[in-house]
Every structure is written in structure tokens, then in C-alpha cells.
């Protein structure tokens, strides 16, 4: 498999410094809710990290290249964009900070 980057202008937000924190939800979806709140308050922890969320139904072409099957998804970015951690369900508080430290 190659390796995949997603920069600022597919992302249609701007990158982390040294990570980002992507997630893909749908409107009705009660644990993106959630997901968002715990990517938020890691985002605000940690300097230099970022988080995008990107609605999946808006966006399905972006969904259906890099694979999304259910939301949420979580996809953490190192500072070039380079995916380095996919999660798809809701994330502990936890788990986001030990993939981000393989991000950053």
C-alpha cells in the first residue's frame, strides 16, 4: 500500500503544526458528537496539533479514496500530511494522545 498525504487543500483547513487530528462524521452520528469533543480538548492540549473534521457526506469522493466505511473515523496526520494512525469508532482520550505520539 502507499503511503497517503492529505495537505491543507484536500483537507480544505489548514494542517497542525506538528499533527492533525482528522475526523470524518455524518450529521445523525451520536458518537461523532463525542469524538469531537475528546479531539477538540487533545487539540487545545497539545501545541502545534490541529483538528479537522470533515463531514463524510459532503465529501464522499475524499471518503471512498482513502476508505472510510463508518463514522466516526479518525485519521492522525504527522506534520506533512502523512497519515500515520487510522481509528474508526470513538476514541478514548488516551488513545488519541499515544497516536499522536507516534505523529509528532
Given at each position: 500500500?502507499?503511503?497517503q ?7 480544505g483547513?489548514e ?14 452520528c ?7 469533543r475528546?479531539?477538540s ?17 459532503e465529501r ?13 473515523t ?6 506533512t ?14 488513545d488519541v ?6 505523529a509528532?
Amino acid at each position: 500500500m502507499t503511503e497517503q498525504r492529505l495537505g491543507a487543500d484536500r483537507l480544505g483547513a489548514e494542517l497542525g503544526e506538528r499533527a492533525t487530528l482528522v475526523q470524518f462524521s455524518t450529521a445523525f452520528c451520536q458518537p461523532c458528537r463525542a469524538t469531537r469533543r475528546t479531539l477538540s480538548e487533545v487539540a487545545e492540549m497539545i501545541e502545534g496539533v490541529g483538528h479537522v473534521e470533515i463531514d463524510a457526506e459532503e465529501r464522499l469522493d475524499l471518503v471512498r479514496e482513502i476508505g472510510i466505511v463508518r463514522t466516526p473515523t479518525v485519521l492522525v496526520l504527522d506534520g506533512t500530511g502523512r497519515i500515520v494512525v487510522r481509528a474508526a469508532g470513538q476514541p478514548r482520550r488516551a488513545d488519541v494522545i499515544a497516536a499522536l505520539g507516534r505523529a509528532v
